[in-house]
């Protein structure tokens, strides 16, 4: 079981990617979608979260509320370490046990984990493979505000406060270009799934 990292900074056409392998039969597991599990009301983490950061980033359906966390932690990395040091450990726990589940269910598949925060936080995993989304600064600005609504400084903040591209490029086994069409990007996924048939 090819057991593959997949990461980009926020607009990188990681999305894209991941999509396509789905389409190709990959098992893709999503780390965003882990994290908002583990941070469910009633759970540990958002216990840990509420009372290392206080009430008010729970809203009044008990749920975290995300933009208030967001503003606490941003720009600060005391803050942003106590975060993370209690959420990484819950998401590494949750997102082997869906690792695992996979292999059991088919021992030959090609299982994708979809993570923005790789150098951050699973750099030194054992993965097989790890896939980077990359695109220039410029191209993710325009897309943030063109496709998401932002206004250009907050999506350069946004870019600013994660690692750099060529820390990304660095660690990277496979760089995908997604700056021009989706086709372009897509043909290179289809390529590299085809390296992965022909290894597997």
């Given at each position: 079981m090819p057991?593959?990292?997949l990461t980009g900074g926020i607009a990188s056409g990681k999305s894209t990617i991941a999509a396509r392998l789905a389409e190709h039969g990959a098992t893709i597991i999503d780390a965003d979608?882990?994290?908002r599990e583990v941070q469910q009301p009633g759970s540990p983490v958002l216990e840990a979260i509420a009372a290392?950061?206080?009430a008010e980033v729970i809203a009044a359906d008990g749920t975290l509320d995300r933009a208030a966390l967001g503003t606490r932690v941003f720009g600060d990395d005391e803050a942003l370490q106590r975060l993370n040091a209690i959420v990484h450990p819950a998401v590494r726990v949750e997102s082997q046990r869906r690792f695992d589940a996979?292999?059991?269910a088919d021992p030959s598949a090609v299982v994708v984990y979809d993570v923005p925060l790789l150098v951050?936080?699973?750099?030194d995993d054992p993965w097989d493979l790890i896939v980077v989304a990359d695109a220039p600064a410029e191209v993710r600005i325009q897309r943030m505000v063109e496709l998401r609504g932002m206004s250009e400084d907050d999506a350069r903040r946004r870019i600013g406060a994660q690692v750099p591209d060529?820390?990304?490029r660095a660690i990277a086994d496979v760089v995908i270009d997604t700056s021009?069409?989706?086709?372009?990007?897509i043909e290179q996924v289809d390529a590299l799934w085809r390296s992965l048939s022909v290894t597997a």
């Open positions: 057991l593959i990292a979608g882990i994290v290392s950061f206080g996979a292999l059991a951050e936080a699973r750099v060529d820390v990304r021009g069409s989706v086709q372009h990007t």
